[in-house]
């Protein structure tokens, strides 16, 4: 097995599993406006959050209107009127307020930080990002965290993994694995930019993209590190 000199791994929906946490705030923040939590008001937010966040991957659209932009939308198509930035600060509070992990996350991150400099490669807000960490016991068994909005570009882009690597002491791309379940973000980044990938799949979706190593459970790095 080759000996890797940094891991590096991906937040949300893959230590984290933010769809969960995403759909408590959600509902939270739509009773705050008199709004029922319904699966088609669910999915037309998913689709207006994913569509913003794939335009901000593709470096379409700035942070800030993905963050406000996907409230003022979902709201608009409700036939709701609200101050974007108002709502988008009451739904990071709400966000803020509940973590919940993925099976095995706390574990594995403990045992591999025995054996392994841990690094965080995330697209986000810091402050959130901090702050679930913070909440989730995760945060201490990281070398260093580098999110989006504060390196200045975002995964895949090759600025974001220059931004990591600058930072990084003495380690070559190549000797470096990320660990995350966006073929769009994590794989093709990784595979762009010289690092061995691993892909956390746990729904067993087809791939689109070849990764180094595919994985269903995060106890399998066991085994492959």
Same mark, same amino acid.
């Given at each position: 097995? !080759? ?5 590096? #791994? ?6 984290? +599993? #933010? ?22 008001? !669910?999915? @037309?937010?998913? @689709? /207006? ?6 335009? #901000? ?10 963050? %406000? ?9 409700? &036939? =709701? ?5 108002? %709502?988008?600060?009451?739904? @990071?509070?709400? *966000?803020?307020?509940? =973590?919940?992990?993925?099976? &095995?996350?706390?574990?594995? =991150? ?9 690094? /965080? ?10 702050? @679930?960490?913070?909440?989730?016991? *995760? ?9 989006? +909005? ?10 974001? #993994? +220059?931004? =990591? ?10 000797? &470096? ?9 994590? /794989? ?20 689109? /993209? ?16």
């Amino acid at each position: 097995m !080759k000996r890797y000199e940094a891991i590096l #791994f991906d937040i949300d929906d893959t230590l984290l +599993d #933010f769809k969960q946490s995403e759909h408590v705030a959600l509902e939270q923040l739509l009773a705050s406006y008199n709004v029922r939590m319904t699966d088609e008001v !669910k999915e @037309r937010y998913v @689709r /207006i959050n994913s569509e913003l966040w794939r335009a #901000f991957e593709r470096g379409e659209v700035e942070r800030d209107e993905v963050l %406000v932009g996907r409230h003022t939308k979902l709201f608009d198509s409700l &036939g =709701v009127r609200i101050d974007g930035p108002r %709502v988008e600060q009451q739904y @990071r509070d709400f *966000l803020h307020a509940g =973590v919940h992990m993925v099976d &095995g996350a706390l574990e594995i =991150v403990r045992t591999l930080s025995e054996q392994y400099p841990l690094y /965080i490669v995330t697209n986000g807000v810091t402050e959130t990002q901090f702050k @679930r960490l913070e909440s989730s016991g *995760l945060l201490p068994y990281f070398q260093d965290v580098f999110v989006s +909005d504060a390196t200045g570009s975002q995964k895949p882009m090759k600025s974001f #993994f +220059d931004y =990591v690597f600058e930072r990084i002491p003495n380690v070559a791309p190549e000797k &470096g694995l990320i660990i995350g379940d966006s073929v769009t973000a994590d /794989i093709a980044g990784g595979r762009m930019y010289g690092l061995d990938t691993c892909w956390f799949n746990p729904n067993e979706v087809a791939a689109t /993209i070849e990764s180094t190593y595919e994985i269903r459970h995060l106890h399998e790095l066991k085994s492959l590190l």
